[in-house]
């Protein structure tokens, strides 16, 4: 790609990273009317629709295929930061959700995105940096396991949150 056509997709990806996170937000509150786990699905789903889109973005040459696989990547994985942050509030003790916020970010930013670049280093030097692009997708798929598997218990531990706060968080 030229810096110029990157500039653009850098630019309609940012575009779809804010659509995603609206998008996301919206449906996770949907599904959170439908189920207690709502949230957590929509992260799921969210994180599970990126992959395709991020292997399409390995895969494809530059042009018009790889600005849309881009902006769907960006779009789809941005699904996460409302549920997540909504359901850190679910969660955390009473008076104590900014904390909790906090540490979530921290945690997920310190084993995850700071690794990430020494990781991809290390597979890039190993053998190629397009088999290196395929640790993060196949990270995706890992994350939407680990998320669904999540959504067995959080009914108990949103019931266990919620009977343990005092005040107007209680009503969630």
Same mark, same amino acid.
């Given at each position: 790609?030229?810096?110029?056509?990157?500039?653009?997709?850098?630019?309609?990806?940012?575009?779809?990273?804010?659509?995603? /996170?609206l &998008?996301? #937000?919206?449906?996770?509150?949907r599904?959170?009317?439908? =189920?207690? !786990?709502?949230?957590? $699905?929509? +992260?799921?789903?969210?994180?599970?629709?990126?992959a395709?889109?991020a292997?399409?973005?390995?895969?494809?040459?530059?042009?018009?295929?790889?600005?849309?696989?881009?902006?769907?990547?960006?779009?789809?994985?941005?699904?996460?930061?409302?549920?997540?942050?909504?359901?850190?509030?679910?969660?955390?003790p009473?008076?104590?959700? /900014?904390a &909790?916020? #906090?540490l979530?970010?921290?945690?997920m930013?310190?084993? =995850?995105t !700071?690794?990430?670049s $020494?990781? +991809?280093?290390?597979?890039?030097k190993?053998?190629?940096?397009?088999?290196a692009?395929?640790?993060?997708?196949?990270?995706?798929?890992?994350?939407?396991?680990?998320?669904?598997?999540?959504?067995?218990?959080?009914?108990?531990d949103?019931?266990?949150?919620?009977?343990?706060?005092t005040?107007?968080?209680?009503?969630?």
């Open positions: 790609m030229s810096k110029g056509q990157a500039s653009t997709l850098f630019g309609l990806a940012l575009f779809g990273g804010l659509g995603g /996170v &998008a996301g #937000g919206r449906i996770a509150d599904l959170r009317r439908r =189920g207690v !786990a709502g949230r957590l $699905w929509t +992260i799921v789903l969210g994180i599970s629709l990126t395709p889109c292997a399409m973005s390995i895969l494809v040459p530059a042009g018009i295929g790889l600005y849309f696989a881009g902006v769907a990547t960006m779009f789809f994985i941005s699904w996460y930061h409302a549920p997540v942050a909504a359901t850190v509030d679910d969660l955390a009473m008076g104590r959700s /900014v &909790a916020q #906090g979530v970010i921290f945690t930013h310190l084993l =995850g !700071a690794p990430s $020494w990781v +991809i280093g290390i597979v890039s190993e053998w190629s940096l397009t088999t692009m395929w640790v993060p997708t196949v990270a995706l798929g890992v994350a939407a396991s680990c998320m669904a598997f999540a959504t067995r218990s959080f009914a108990v949103a019931s266990r949150a919620r009977a343990g706060r005040g107007p968080e209680q009503a969630l």
